[in-house]
């Protein structure tokens, strides 16, 4: 295997080689934020940075589809963000994601529960302040408050909306009454609807600004191939749907951060091997 010459078994994403992970060559970083104070449901998604991590370290590093090795570009994997509530959370990795951008770096932050997001978000904007947000999920995440939070995992894209109104949502296909009055219709696309639209790829596309941060919620997939997320709905999306919407994104657009949130790991290893799986791809579409 190709990665047997690049890997020492370091604890890192793709367990590279110092060649490979140090800070200074690397242009990519992995921020782990194993943050599960608010999910309303099935708990775990604070174990899901670390079964990412682990599930990358078994994958092949070549590319087939994009021709590339995106790991030669460096990926830095930073100590895991460790908060006992939402606001020093939020607080800690708003400044380490501000920082890592201050250094040029391309960042990767990986949750946990979805309102980490919120953190990358608001800093990539002091970046790129006309930057629009493509928010791949199965749920709107738009209500005000939930469970007496501003900052609960059900509000990350209202919290978002006080920043930018350029979310483009993918996968919807849950959601509160409440949240009804929050929402932009020509600026949602739901799961029902992609299955019967052609040109929703190039669609989504279009209503995107030149700069755009990309939010995955991972049960934006359908559970058949994502069961281990904290709230699974039925209806969802497939891998090459995602992936063919991303490498769209990718080419006709300038990706500038994301976040991959609520992996909820189990024993079945399968889902973390596709969040790692799914990183790798939007670092090889951008990168290649």
Not at 41 to 51: N, V
Request: aromatic share 10%; hydrophobic share 35%; glycine share 6%.
């Amino acid at each position: 295997m190709l990665k047997d010459k690049i890997s020492n078994g370091a604890d890192n994403f793709c367990g590279l080689a110092e060649e490979f992970s140090s800070y200074g060559k690397s242009k990519i970083v992995i921020l782990p934020v194993p943050f599960d104070k608010t999910t309303s449901w099935l708990k775990g998604s604070d174990k899901g940075p670390e079964a990412i991590i682990e599930a990358s370290q078994n994958m092949e590093l070549y590319d087939i589809e994009t021709d590339s090795q995106v790991y030669k570009m460096g990926i830095f994997t930073e100590k895991a963000v460790i908060a006992k509530d939402s606001v020093s959370m939020l607080n800690q990795t708003y400044k380490k994601v501000r920082s890592f951008l201050k250094d040029k770096k391309f960042v990767v932050t990986v949750g946990g529960e979805h309102s980490i997001s919120m953190a990358p978000i608001k800093a990539h904007f002091e970046f790129s302040p006309d930057m629009s947000i493509l928010h791949l999920d199965a749920h709107s995440d738009r209500r005000d408050t939930y469970e007496g939070s501003k900052y609960n995992h059900a509000c990350v894209m209202a919290r978002a909306r006080e920043i930018t109104d350029k979310i483009i949502s993918v996968g919807i296909r849950s959601m509160d009454s409440s949240e009804l009055k929050n929402i932009d219709r020509n600026k949602m696309f739901y799961a029902s609807e992609i299955f019967k639209s052609k040109g929703w790829i190039r669609k989504v596309t279009n209503k995107l600004s030149k700069n755009v941060y990309v939010s995955i919620d991972l049960d934006v997939f359908d559970p058949s191939i994502m069961p281990s997320t904290g709230t699974p709905e039925p209806g969802g999306l497939n891998w090459e749907q995602v992936t063919d919407l991303l490498e769209m994104v990718s080419s006709k657009r300038n990706i500038v951060g994301t976040d991959v949130v609520e992996l909820c790991p189990s024993t079945n290893k399968a889902p973390d091997f596709l969040a790692a799986k799914l990183i790798y791809k939007l670092l090889s579409y951008k990168f290649s």
